[in-house]
């Protein structure tokens, strides 16, 4: 969207805002009871039919008024727009402090009439709880009730009791790492009373490009059982040792594939005809994983190791996942690589991307400081619209052009410099850095100077925020990293405005420009002074790593003021988004095949709960089914698959039937006549026992597949030479394995009905125990 259109996608909300204010003095004029009242009515009238469009303008002017009377602020007209825009499913840009909390309350209100679930998620607990927490006073007072979705502190598991009780809430506060994990659990469940999510109706996603955008590379994944334990980790990692890069492997665009050599050399020294073959899948993939854990994971950028033990690394941050480990098999790829002892590698049991889990919501919508750049993704993805609010107070902060240097000691040089001239001033300096390793660099300089700072890198966001908060006070020096402390309001101490404001100083081009903006976004919040001075050096690393090798020729100089190198240092930036852009859109044709065929299952699943009672009648035509097709195979061993599929008693009374029509008739008058067995011992309990051995062949298959999915994407990457499309081969490969665990999945479900066992307990129930 150009400034133009922009300009029209404002103009159309203006008439609704015209409107609102229109009302204003009606609101103000009734009272505390008579805006309660209201509320009530609209609900009514959204329940006998009245759309929530129709109700737009009069919940607005009524949840305003509330705001104004019960918080103290009366949403500003920019506020009002922007949370037509949110009711309307757009994503709207609103800068840094301009009150997005308070104008996410009137589109949640209003759709929390409908008695649908009404969701807000945002990047962290401690925003979720506090925006609920912060903005709960409004909704009792509007009727509604309020449910936060994550636990009080991180350790703690909610039950499914206790989940129940805060989905069902009219207005759910929670993060999407929470909600999507909710998700996938909930389809675990074996009895419907077990569930608690209701049906996805409206959301609005909160600091939206980092939860859909940078969550957007780490699909969700729930782990089982581990694995059996493969020693191909070790023979593979050897093998790899062995290639040369661009004669054995080529590296391109953050994917690194074989070449024909190198093809060559793995059947060679795995002593095979063609590693293509299904049955050496396992091969192949061990080869993928080590080939991967050589070329694009770097110790110490991506990981750590320390005490035999490999530790992932959030670049951004620089923190340690401590308990995180890279999926399907990458970890132990590493820890081979690193000689380091494997672990235990957790088969994948249910998985889902950000990008299929919001598709869900009938409706959605998400606000962000900075997320206009990336517009045409969001539309393309989501069919999402952005637009951008103006600013309720002209903005005042000046953005100082970005100064550039050679060399890491030169930027140091003359940031520092300037960091010591604006302290002295008094003026709170905010220094923003894009590592780890720089913010302790800044910290050391600050000490070695006798300049008392507080240093944020993400580690525990709760106490950040408190620290956050306090960095816009006189004297005060705060470093940190670009994530640190974001949602978090810095208001100005006493006596700041007439220094100028907050200064925030960047230190090195941030991997996009998103989180640049979202840096120089903390001063001059609310039309107050502030100041923003970014130092960039060629050694930057999104510099050193997506810029031109022509750069290093420049390395020596001090300052850079030539408007050509310039242009090819920011081009590095450029090339960095571009790959996010692609990796992510990576994900989702890969997610393709597995989001259709979990709607598939979890669909059957669903009915499978929901589904009033089973009886003999509705599982005929699955072991009729089993029956026929083991007839009319051609290798027929009767007793083995009566013993198989049937009964563990046999007496062989089947053998010696030559007709294959009465052979199947008489198999399933024995399996019927077993079934109404079971079901007169069980009674009342038959029902449940069909449905827990349907679910538990669904779930056993699903489970595998899913793994299966998941292993198949690092084993096809392997083919991208031989083949030229490679997606297209892994959606056909991931159907034809679908197609194969659906036959699996009916004869596991006949095994189950047939051969499970019920054992009845004292205390007059059952447990049932499947083969
Ligand atoms: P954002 O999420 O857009 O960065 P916040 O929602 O954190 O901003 O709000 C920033 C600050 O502005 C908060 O302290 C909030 O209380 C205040 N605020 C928001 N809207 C108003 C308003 N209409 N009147 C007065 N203060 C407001
Ligand atoms: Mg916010």
Redesign the pocket.
Known sequence: MSKLTNRYALHKLYPFLKKINALQEKMASLSDDDLQKQMHIFKEEVHSGTPLDALLVPVYACVREA?KRI??????DE?VLAAIALHQGHIIE??????????ATMPLALNALSGKSTILVTSNDYLAKR?AT?MGRLYHFLGFTVGIGVPEDASQQLSAEEKKIIYSRDIVYTTHGVLAFDYLLENLVTRKEERYLRPFSYIVI?EVDSVLLDAATMPLVISGAPRVQSNLYESADYFVSSLRKDIDYKLEDREVFLTEKGLDAAERFFGVENLYQREYFEILRHIMLSLRAHTLFLKDRDYVVGDHKVSLLDQRSGRIFESTKLKSGLHQAIEAKEHCPITDDARAMASITYQAFFRLFEKMSG?S?AVYNERQELKKVYNLDTIVIPT?KKIARIDAPDLYFGHKEAQMEAAAAFILKRHATGQPLLIVTSSIDDSYAYSRFLLAKGIPHNVLNAYNVAKEAEIIKEAGQKNAVTVATSVAGR???I?LGAGVQELGGLCVVGIGRQMNLRSEKQARGRAG??GDPGYSQFFISIEDDVVDEYGSTKLSKYLKKNQITSSRIIRLINQAQINAETLERTSRREIMEYDRSLSAQRTLIYNMRNRLLDAPSLSIEDVKGLVDNCIDNFVSSSHQDVSRFVLDHLSYHYDGIFDTIKDPDELSKQLKDFAYRLLRQKQDFMQGEFNGYLKTTLLSAIDHLWVEQVDYLEQLRYAIALRQYAQRNIIYMFHQEAYDAFTVMMDKMKEQAVQNMMLGMVISNEADSFRILLP
């Open positions: 705001a918080l103290g602020m009366f949403p500003y506020q609103m800068k840094t402090g301009e009150g997005k909390t308070l104008v925006d912060e909160d606000m400081g309720h949602g978090t309001d208001r919040r609310q």
